[in-house]
């Protein structure tokens, strides 16, 4: 990874620096960063004769060679000063959360709207609805392009970012279009790395946020992260990382809830760790205290379907979404758990 002196490297500069590293059979990614933007090596970038010729330019700062698997995303790299702006949140400096419905149904476009004024009431930082549904069956509702013109009508109204999964090359265009804030990839497509790379090409230049599922059947939490290192190193640090729930599960629950290994990834990376208590538990009245499990393990915030009349819902939504009060009560427990997260890490260091 290099790291030049000034916020970023000229044209020149740049041309310079692509010239030495694809000699020595590499590729160089910019990945725009908070602080600076930075110049991902990749390929094998311990070729001491190419990273001396590197460093012998006067425009580099260093040449940091990350020892980890996933050396974008590594809690070691560069980009733990990166910071995510969603609508009015800096992630990590308060709670985010993401409400809305599981589906969005574009035969009633008004519950939509109303869940959307409901949730910016409730204290919600941004607005979930899922515009294309991953459905176990072929004969379920997959949801179609016309509901895009709904979310983005609730986020005309509300001014609330909207968070969308995308599954395929179609509705990442139509979404991309839309200027949708957030693209969530879904716990299906997690390991779908044509699409995450595919995801993170396109995404490099609009600034668009990626909320990336942990796969149903993932084991190692290294996987999560390596696939998030696909994005990153196509070209967007903007990815948040979302437990969701795997397999085998417990009984009783949808998933097994997995908001327990947010400690891990927040010690292996610098990626925000966005926890969904909706699908890892699968039922909304066990949802509040999932929620609140997640911010005690220390998550960022949670993605959590919320619904008008959750029984008029469609998708998840009659039997998973909490209402907007609940909602507004449990982001009072979230701002609360957060209050004693910071005091608690405030007297380990008066301790320590
Ligand atoms: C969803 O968020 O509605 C969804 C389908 O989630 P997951 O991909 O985690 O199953
Ligand atoms: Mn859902």
């Not at 008004?110 to 409730?122: M, P, R, S, Y």
């Not at 804030?181 to 497509?189: E, F, M, P, S, Y």
């Not at 490099?204 to 390596?226: C, D, H, W, Y």
Request: hydrophobic share 40%; charged share 25%.
């Amino acid at each position: 990874m290099i790291i030049p002196k000034e916020s970023k490297l000229t044209a020149e500069q740049l041309s310079e620096v692509k010239g030495i590293v694809e000699e020595y059979g590499c590729k160089l990614q910019t990945i725009v960063g908070h602080h600076r933007t930075i110049y991902a090596v990749l390929g094998e970038e311990r070729k001491t004769i190419m990273v001396n010729r590197i460093l012998g330019l006067d425009f580099i700062d260093r040449f940091d060679a990350v020892d980890s698997p996933f050396k974008l995303m590594d809690i070691h790299s560069e980009l733990s000063y990166h910071k995510l702006k969603i609508g009015s949140v800096t992630v990590g400096e308060e709670p985010l959360i993401i409400a809305g419905h599981c589906t969005v149904d574009p035969k009633n476009p008004n519950l939509f709207i109303e869940t959307a004024h409901a949730v910016k009431e409730a204290g919600a930082s941004a607005l979930r609805g899922g515009v294309w549904k991953p459905r176990t069956m072929p004969y379920s509702f997959q949801g179609e392009d016309s509901s895009i013109e709904i979310i983005l009508e609730a986020r005309e109204q509300t001014g609330l970012p909207i968070d969308t999964e995308v599954m395929d090359d179609h509705q990442l265009k139509v979404a991309l279009n839309a200027k949708v804030d957030i693209l969530q990839v879904g716990a299906r497509n997690a390991l779908n790395y044509s699409l995450l790379r595919k995801i993170g090409e396109t995404t490099q230049e609009s600034g668009t946020a990626v909320l990336l599922k942990r796969s149903i059947g993932m084991g190692p939490i290294n996987e999560f992260i390596a696939a998030a290192e696909y994005i990153v190193a196509a070209g967007n640090a903007d990815v948040m990382l979302c437990p969701r729930g795997t397999q085998p599960t417990i009984d009783g629950y949808r998933n097994y809830p997995d908001e327990s290994i947010t400690p891990i990834l927040k010690e292996r990376t610098w990626a925000p760790v966005i926890v969904d208590p909706s699908h890892s538990v699968g039922r909304a009245h066990y949802v509040p205290s999932a929620a609140m499990a997640a911010m005690s393990y220390g998550a960022d915030g949670i993605v959590v379907e919320t619904h008008i009349n959750p029984k008029v819902g469609i998708g998840d939504d009659p039997k998973q979404a909490i209402r907007p009060d609940d909602l507004k009560q449990l982001i009072s427990g979230i701002n609360e758990i957060w209050e004693i997260r910071k005091n608690y890490r405030a007297q380990k260091i008066a301790v320590g």
